[in-house]
């Protein structure tokens, strides 16, 4: 950051009990400040006094007279002051006034047989809006016909921002009881000849970004801000700027990068060590928009400078940027079955897959299911896990980004069922109320196919000679038998 610019605003010339001088921009001007006259003056602390000026600048720099009779004046009392008030009209409203130079001029005559006494003491202020609280040093006369000494203070004054009611004087304050001619020549004897003030003035802008808008709930919003110092001057190193990010309601910062530091807790961006003329700090923060948030919403962020600087042009202070929300989508679907191939008689089982990938919560959700039988195959139940089903239609309603669901629809496959390759179909289309990314994955098919119910091989039979056979056989035993019972018993 550069030192800070001074802009030095000079007044030249005898400055009287109360004069009036303009300031311009730049550079200086001499100008002679005439006294009021006769008059009444508030005293710094002595209430009022009442005498009449003359010009005693004798010999200072400036002074315009060519005669050294002067014409005599009350004495001043302590506390009395000499001052002249300043124009600051051309100073810009909002630049902060630092420091006032003084110019004084002590202008020791003795004239027509008076004699100056030393010791007079006299102390040079400066006022900003009436306040007495910036005074500089004592000056104390010397005394003497010859001694004409000009000197200057610089006045470091509290830090006032310009207005259109500031006012600025200057000049030097009575605070002894010497340096005064015999009661029959009484005059001052110390004048304020000049006085530089020193300003600082800039014009920081606020300006507001954001991408993408639209920006798609469920999407990352990201807020670029800036600050520039138009200048001329800096904003002094060590004088953090402090900038109020108002977001919307319900919304936060999650991540930030670039100049200053950014407070999440509090949204203050806080850019540190000042700010040179012409230069420009940035930060982007990123907030994310809800998947839920209503489709066409507006968002609106203010930017706005918290902190107080010389600055002259406070209409661009703060800055203001809307963005418009929308909703899409990425609904997919999937069927898969089991088993494949079904055997007549059986059933076989669909189970569709809904998925929304986002990035925003899908509504208003439908799967149409779409049959090809053949004859013999019929639906049966569908059980989904969320939503209902009334053939052919899957009703799911909200669907929350990254979310699924499923149906399971159980097909019965009759017996004589003809027997064939991915002869049943089944198709399954989601559609949404929002915009869908990506239609390619809205629809999927699944193909099944049928295979013959098995027969059991038929038990062999015996022509009826073989059954003849068989039983001249087996009757031949039993009568073979019955021979050998009887001689056994005999």
């Given at each position: 950051m550069s030192n800070c610019f001074r802009k030095r605003i000079t007044i030249m010339g005898v400055v009287g009990l109360l004069g009036i001088a303009a300031l311009p921009v730049y550079g200086s001007v001499t100008a002679d400040l005439n006294p009021n006259g006769n008059g009444n003056y508030t005293q710094?602390?002595?209430?009022?006094?009442?005498?009449?000026?003359?010009?005693?600048?004798?010999?200072c720099p400036g002074d315009t007279s060519a005669s050294l009779t002067e014409t005599w004046t009350k004495l001043i009392p302590v506390g009395?002051?000499?001052?002249?008030?300043?124009?600051?009209?051309?100073?810009?409203?909002?630049?902060?006034?630092?420091?006032?130079d003084i110019i004084v001029c002590q202008s020791s005559t003795a004239l027509n047989g008076g004699t100056l006494t030393s010791g007079g003491t006299f102390q040079t202020f400066a006022r900003l809006n009436s306040a007495n609280t910036d005074s500089g040093t004592n000056i104390i006369t010397a005394g003497g016909f010859t001694n004409r000494t000009a000197t200057t203070q610089t006045i470091a004054v509290s830090s006032v921002t310009k207005t259109g009611a500031t006012t600025l004087e200057i000049g030097v304050v009575k605070t002894g009881s010497g340096g005064v001619f015999n009661p029959s020549r009484r005059s001052v004897n110390v004048y304020t000849l000049a006085g530089n003030v020193t300003y600082l003035a800039s014009d920081l802008q606020v300006t507001k970004a954001d991408s993408p808008d639209p920006v798609l709930a469920g999407q990352d919003l990201i807020y670029t801000l800036s600050v520039t110092n138009n200048g001329p001057d800096a904003i002094p190193v060590g004088e953090d700027i402090v900038i109020q990010d108002t977001l919307p309601a319900g919304y936060a910062v999650t991540a930030s990068s670039g100049d200053g530091s950014y407070d999440t807790g509090t949204n203050e961006w806080t850019i540190s060590g000042?700010?040179?003329?012409?230069?420009?700090?940035?930060?982007?923060?990123?907030?994310?928009?809800?998947?839920?948030?209503?489709?066409?919403?507006?968002?609106?962020?203010?930017?706005?400078?918290?902190?107080?600087?010389?600055?002259?042009?406070?209409?661009?202070?703060?800055?203001?940027?809307?963005?418009?929300?929308?909703?899409?989508?990425?609904?997919s679907v999937t069927v898969a079955d089991a088993p494949d191939p079904v055997t007549a008689g059986g059933s076989v089982a669909y189970t569709v897959t809904l998925t929304n990938n986002g990035p925003s919560d899908a509504s208003g959700v439908t799967v149409n299911i779409a049959e090809t039988f053949p004859a013999g195959v019929t639906e049966g139940s569908g059980i989904p896990s969320v939503g209902t089903w009334s053939s052919p239609t899957w009703t799911v309603g909200a669907l929350t980004a990254g979310a699924s669901a499923t149906l399971t629809l159980n097909v019965n496959v009759a017996a004589n069922a003809t027997a064939g390759t991915d002869v049943i179909l089944v198709t399954a289309t989601v559609g949404g109320a929002e915009t869908d990314g990506n239609p390619a994955n809205n629809t999927a098919t699944a193909s099944t196919s049928i295979q013959a119910l098995a027969v059991a091989a038929p038990i062999p039979t015996l022509q009826d000679w073989a059954l003849l056979l068989l039983g001249l056989l087996l009757g031949g035993l039993v009568w073979r038998q019955s021979r050998w019972t009887g001689r056994m018993s005999a």
């Amino acid at each position: 950051m550069s030192n800070c610019f001074r802009k030095r605003i000079t007044i030249m010339g005898v400055v009287g009990l109360l004069g009036i001088a303009a300031l311009p921009v730049y550079g200086s001007v001499t100008a002679d400040l005439n006294p009021n006259g006769n008059g009444n003056y508030t005293q710094w602390s002595a209430g009022l006094a009442d005498y009449t000026w003359v010009d005693e600048a004798v010999g200072c720099p400036g002074d315009t007279s060519a005669s050294l009779t002067e014409t005599w004046t009350k004495l001043i009392p302590v506390g009395d002051r000499q001052s002249a008030t300043i124009d600051l009209t051309s100073i810009p409203n909002g630049a902060r006034i630092t420091a006032v130079d003084i110019i004084v001029c002590q202008s020791s005559t003795a004239l027509n047989g008076g004699t100056l006494t030393s010791g007079g003491t006299f102390q040079t202020f400066a006022r900003l809006n009436s306040a007495n609280t910036d005074s500089g040093t004592n000056i104390i006369t010397a005394g003497g016909f010859t001694n004409r000494t000009a000197t200057t203070q610089t006045i470091a004054v509290s830090s006032v921002t310009k207005t259109g009611a500031t006012t600025l004087e200057i000049g030097v304050v009575k605070t002894g009881s010497g340096g005064v001619f015999n009661p029959s020549r009484r005059s001052v004897n110390v004048y304020t000849l000049a006085g530089n003030v020193t300003y600082l003035a800039s014009d920081l802008q606020v300006t507001k970004a954001d991408s993408p808008d639209p920006v798609l709930a469920g999407q990352d919003l990201i807020y670029t801000l800036s600050v520039t110092n138009n200048g001329p001057d800096a904003i002094p190193v060590g004088e953090d700027i402090v900038i109020q990010d108002t977001l919307p309601a319900g919304y936060a910062v999650t991540a930030s990068s670039g100049d200053g530091s950014y407070d999440t807790g509090t949204n203050e961006w806080t850019i540190s060590g000042g700010l040179a003329s012409s230069a420009t700090a940035t930060i982007q923060l990123t907030v994310p928009v809800p998947s839920s948030e209503a489709d066409e919403a507006v968002l609106s962020n203010t930017a706005a400078i918290t902190s107080a600087h010389p600055d002259t042009d406070n209409t661009n202070d703060s800055d203001t940027v809307t963005t418009t929300v929308n909703r899409s989508t990425d609904l997919s679907v999937t069927v898969a079955d089991a088993p494949d191939p079904v055997t007549a008689g059986g059933s076989v089982a669909y189970t569709v897959t809904l998925t929304n990938n986002g990035p925003s919560d899908a509504s208003g959700v439908t799967v149409n299911i779409a049959e090809t039988f053949p004859a013999g195959v019929t639906e049966g139940s569908g059980i989904p896990s969320v939503g209902t089903w009334s053939s052919p239609t899957w009703t799911v309603g909200a669907l929350t980004a990254g979310a699924s669901a499923t149906l399971t629809l159980n097909v019965n496959v009759a017996a004589n069922a003809t027997a064939g390759t991915d002869v049943i179909l089944v198709t399954a289309t989601v559609g949404g109320a929002e915009t869908d990314g990506n239609p390619a994955n809205n629809t999927a098919t699944a193909s099944t196919s049928i295979q013959a119910l098995a027969v059991a091989a038929p038990i062999p039979t015996l022509q009826d000679w073989a059954l003849l056979l068989l039983g001249l056989l087996l009757g031949g035993l039993v009568w073979r038998q019955s021979r050998w019972t009887g001689r056994m018993s005999a």
